[in-house]
């Protein structure tokens, strides 16, 4: 506030005048407005509409995240991620700015698969059920040896086992043993399947016909069987089911 000056030498009228500007003061607008912003302060408006545009934007990007989810769940090519957000768009939904393009639904799919797979680990886990292996060898169009890993597994202590697919490993060598071994050792351990863990609930496993994962002398499961002397084998047992 400025400074006050009053040329009338009594203390008491210079007194009177300060508390009649003080008052005229306090009834200004330019006083009014300056309480009322300290009121909206007071109220953190600005943290409350951050919080109104950090919702919107979550919410259209699990609008997003659940286009991708139905696109792998139901086997369609992921090209269609693009024209189903554009359909939501023109029915009214909004989808945001972002992550629309194919090469965006294929990074979601990673992630929602990276995020479910690690749920269940814990879960069976925690569950200190069974754990049985199947594995096979297979190859991509482009011809890249592929080990298949799948897990029969109780989700529930009370429930029946379940197939679950765990991963699917690039082979350097799909005629090296001892490759394809540590690579489904490595597997299980990148999973959280360690090897006490494995030592305590893997009781069996089974694979294709190929020799190199039957063979009695140097055969995966040999070298498994090493490992967990407990465990039950038995070979081609997957193409039976």
């Not at 999973?191 to 995966?220: D, Q």
Request: include cysteine; glycine fraction near 6%.
């Amino acid at each position: 506030m400025k400074n006050v000056k009053d040329n009338r030498s009594s203390q008491r009228a210079k007194l009177t005048s300060l508390r009649k500007k003080i008052i005229q003061h306090l009834h200004s607008d330019t006083h009014i407005k300056a309480k009322d912003i300290m009121t909206q302060q007071e109220k953190n408006n600005t943290l409350a509409h951050v919080d109104v545009i950090n919702s919107k934007y979550l919410d259209t990007t699990k609008r997003v995240f659940r286009t991708s989810y139905y696109i792998s769940k139901n086997d369609k090519p992921l090209g269609d991620h693009q024209g189903l957000v554009d359909l939501q768009s023109q029915n009214g939904v909004d989808m945001g700015i972002g992550l629309h393009s194919r090469f965006s639904a294929t990074a979601l799919i990673d992630h929602i698969v990276h995020d479910m797979r690690s749920t269940i680990c814990k879960n069976i886990k925690q569950n200190q059920g069974i754990i049985s292996i199947l594995i096979d060898d297979s190859c991509t169009i482009s011809d890249i040896s592929t080990l298949i890993i799948y897990l029969n597994v109780q989700l529930e202590t009370s429930g029946e086992p379940q197939f679950l697919f765990l991963d699917l490993v690039k082979l350097t060598n799909v005629e090296s043993t001892k490759g394809i071994h540590s690579e489904l050792v490595a597997c299980l351990k990148r999973h959280t399947f360690g090897l006490n863990i494995c030592k305590k609930h893997f009781i069996a496993f089974t694979s294709g016909g190929a020799s190199v994962l039957t063979g009695r002398k140097s055969g995966v499961m040999e070298l498994l069987v090493k490992d967990f002397p407990k465990i039950i084998t038995w070979h081609c047992l997957n193409h039976r089911l």
